[in-house]
């Protein structure tokens, strides 16, 4: 089929009607031409694939050949001239009628007339648009995927690694011969959870895709941060063929972008939360408070005399020193809580979730002691102080650039009081404070100036009516508000860890009380003492040191009782576990107090034995009104029978609750109804009328 053939309309006389019909019904564009080249009959495939007309495709103005290959055409030609009977095959390009160039392949085979010579030539053109197109898309996907700065991985049903590009190679340092057949885990950096892959691989089975931000780990170990992204073929059955990931490194943009936040959030000298950072994280820490219903405190820590020493010494050495004061405010702080350095020699700490005002004081005082300790500069120590200023959330305020003012305000007024001190900017938190603050002064000197007493409650056998024990309670008799309560000053003691101290004065003076009682026959009496769960987890208590003083005063070791709270048990404190352990082996009893105010956990109740469990008083006191109260005691009481613990009901103060209780099977009772706690000679004498009378009446 050549450009330059005169074209004549075929005289269809000469053409075979039955091939005429098989023509003008194939599919594939044919031509048939005579021996000198001219068109006798072109089908209809051809003309639509020429876009030309039954009467135009005859035209002798048509050119079907593309311009460029007469020189193919004229080599088509010499061939069929020179060796006819050979068929041709070959790739041509066509011309549509719009221009649109066709690829095309070009068959012609010759017939042969009666003589043996040419009769006509058939030839075939097969439309080549269609694998040219994707022949190209394969080539430059190829291109693309070899020369893309992106990496790729192709995986089969199994997620085993078929292929992977060069971008994956430069990126990972793994070259196809070390992954092919693996599984792409080997590229796990362990900085995720299993849950991360189990949440990945579902999405990938639910949706064919997903991309997202990944840490991978590089052949020489090193970890990286990628923007994956991953997808599926599936077959004509809809099941997986392959899975292609694509991913970039990001560590650089990762690195870049942290550095930016470090930049904006962070200071550079003690590499503290800015001031910025700081007024965010009060801002959701003041919100947070609406739903957890629980205060937070805002500290404003300013060094004193901070100016005098940068001046005198340096600002290098002013740098040290601030440093150092960031450094020990991080390490006082709760992981919840936050510090962050405002400006020049002032800081702030933000603590949420506070239980009790002990706490805010407790984080003062502690800041206090920590930056009194010496500084030590390059040549030489240096002593200061701090004045922090204290407000509340949402109590004083909710905006945080109030608060801010707030703790500033009393931060100042901590300064003009005289310094390394704290002010609390309500008005009503500052006398409290005041008094705290004294009775902990006056505390100090109270073991001392002996105005410690121990007074002693009964504990009654609830089937004889006898005193079997009774409970050591400490009293403070304070020099100008006289009898004060445990409850008022425990805490206190606890905070400052005075506690350690009187806890000691505690134990001795009940165990020599019980020797003396002792010694005048009471043998069967059991003393019991409250300990505070902070005396058990510090070294506060030498376990070996009481079983000995309880040997020198020759008081058998279970005729102790040292009452804890359930608390203690569930923080898992392993170094009050180890001292009451000690304790236990050495004979002595363990009491649980306050049952059922706490966690109240069965389990701990269980692996942890002890030997009596005492049932609060907030259940006794609504018996037998209320019902919940009554159930919940009776319960208390079966499930410690169970566990081989014997029950003591604290605060009967009416004789139904002694009824109740007796009959419930609770095994002792205390309470007012029996006798408030008593000075030793009070109970003394109690204890030898009973030796006389059966005092007090069972059931
Ligand atoms: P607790 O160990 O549960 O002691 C029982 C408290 O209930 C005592 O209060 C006692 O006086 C009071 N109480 C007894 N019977 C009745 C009653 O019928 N009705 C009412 N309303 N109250 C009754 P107290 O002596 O004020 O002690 C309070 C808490 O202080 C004690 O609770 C204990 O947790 C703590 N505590 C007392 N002495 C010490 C001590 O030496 N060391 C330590 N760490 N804590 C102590
Ligand atoms: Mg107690
Ligand atoms: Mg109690």
Known sequence: MCSS????????????????????????????????????????ALREMLGYSKEEIYSSDVIISHPDEAEINQDIRSQL?????????????????????????LTIVAEADTQGGIKRFISQIIDQTEQKRSHDQLLLASYVYKNSSEAMMVTDANNLILDINPAFTNITGYKLTELFGKSPNCLNSGRHNASFYAEMENTIDQTGQWSGEIWNQRKNGEVFAEWQTIDTIYDDKGSVLRRIALFTDISKKKEAEALILQQANYDSLTGLPNRRLFLESLKHEIRKTQTTGLSGALFIIDLDRFKEVNDALGHDQGDIMLRETGNRLRQLIRESDFVAHLSSDEFAIIQSEIGSPQEIE????????????????????????????????????????????????????????GQNRYQYFTP?????????????????????????????????????????????LLRWHHPLNGLTSPAEFIPLAESTGMILRIGEWVFTTAARQLSNWRKQGHTELELSFNASPLQLQSDGIQPEDWLQQLDQLDIPADSMVIEITENLLIE??????????????????????????????????????????????????????????????????IMAHKLNMQVI??????????????????????????????????????????TRTNLLASV
């Open 81 to 105: 001239k020179t060796d006819p009977f050979s068929p041709i095959r070959i790739e041509k390009r066509y011309l549509h009628k719009t221009g649109r160039i066709i690829p095309g392949y």
């Open 572 to 637: 898992n404190n392993h170094k009050a576990r180890a001292v009451l352990d000690y304790l236990r082996k050495g004979s002595m009893k363990i009491a649980l107090d306050d049952f059922g105010t706490g966690y109240s956990s069965l389990a701990y109740l269980k692996d942890f034995k002890t030997n009596y469990l005492k049932i609060d008083q907030g259940f006794i006191r609504n018996i037998p009104e209320n019902n919940n109260d009554t159930a919940l005691c009776e319960t208390m009481i």
């Open 428 to 472: 009503a938190m500052q006398k409290q404070a005041v008094k705290r603050m004294n009775m902990i002064r006056e505390l100090r000197y109270a073991v001392e100036r002996q105005q410690f007493e121990l007074y002693y409650q009964p504990i009654i056998d609830l089937q004889s009516g006898r005193i079997v024990k009774a409970e050591a």
């Open 362 to 417: 407790m984080t003062a005082n502690k800041i206090l002691t920590k930056l009194q300790q010496p500084f030590q500069l390059t040549n030489e120590q240096v002593f200061i102080s701090a004045s922090i200023g204290i407000s509340l959330f949402p109590d004083d305020t909710v905006k945080a650039e109030q608060l801010l003012r707030n703790a500033d305000q009393a931060m100042h007024n901590a300064k003009r009081a």
């Open 5 to 44: 053939y005169k074209h004549r309309p075929a005289r269809y006389t000469d053409i075979d009607a039955q091939l005429l019909k098989i023509f003008d019904a194939t599919p594939v564009p044919m031509v048939l031409s005579r021996p000198d080249g001219s068109f006798e009959y072109a089908n209809p």
């Open 649 to 690: 009901a604290e605060g009967i103060e009416t004789d139904e609750q002694r009824l109740f209780l007796t009959k419930a099977g609770c095994d002792f009772g205390q309470g007012w109804l029996y006798a408030k706690a008593l000075p030793a000679d009070k109970f003394e004498s109690l204890m030898n009328k009973q």
